[in-house]
């Protein structure tokens, strides 16, 4: 399974706002739902959801940083339908988000740990060593 950064569209719902034909009302054809998906696709959107537009709206109220890490199962451009070998990728396809967001965490957190020791040693005194009355050396920082 490949990862890639790309746009997620956010819709208001589930149906008729992601170009769904299946929901209780549907006002389009299936033409009109693929140009809808091949004008998104061009756009660079690869996914669409309901749910990053409040959570973002939410970050940016809070002054809190927040990303958005979706997994696409489906070619919507094909089918709206989950294959077989969709459900049986399915666990290990929703565990990567979990895996990509603990590896950046780590990585964000292991550079600034890295760069707050080496701006701690840049800022000591270099060690000095001191002769003690018995002759013996110590170094004292």
């Known amino acids: 399974a490949e ?5 997620t569209g956010c819709a208001e719902d589930f149906y008729e706002g992601q170009g769904r034909l ?17 004008r998104a696709h061009a756009a660079g959107c690869r996914n669409v959801e309901m749910e990053s537009c409040a959570f973002a709206s939410l970050c940016h ?4 940083k927040g990303a958005v890490v979706c997994v696409t199962l489906i070619d919507r451009l094909k089918s709206d339908l989950m294959t077989a070998d969709d459900v049986a990728r399915y666990d290990e396809l929703v565990r990567r988000p979990h895996k990509l967001v603990v590896q950046f965490v780590k990585r ?20 000095q060593p001191v002769t003690t009355e018995s002759g013996a050396t110590a170094v004292t920082s």
Do not use: M, N, W
């Not at 990862?3 to 746009?7: A, G, I, L, N, Y």
């Not at 299946?22 to 091949?38: N, Q, S």
């Open 61 to 64: 109220r809070a002054s809190v």
């Open 22 to 38: 299946d929901g209780a009302f549907c006002h389009y054809t299936e033409e009109d739902r693929v140009e809808y998906l091949k």
């Open 108 to 127: 964000q957190i292991g550079l600034k740990i890295k760069e707050r020791r080496e701006s701690a040693l840049a800022s000591k005194p270099a060690a």
């Open 3 to 7: 990862v890639s950064t790309q746009s």
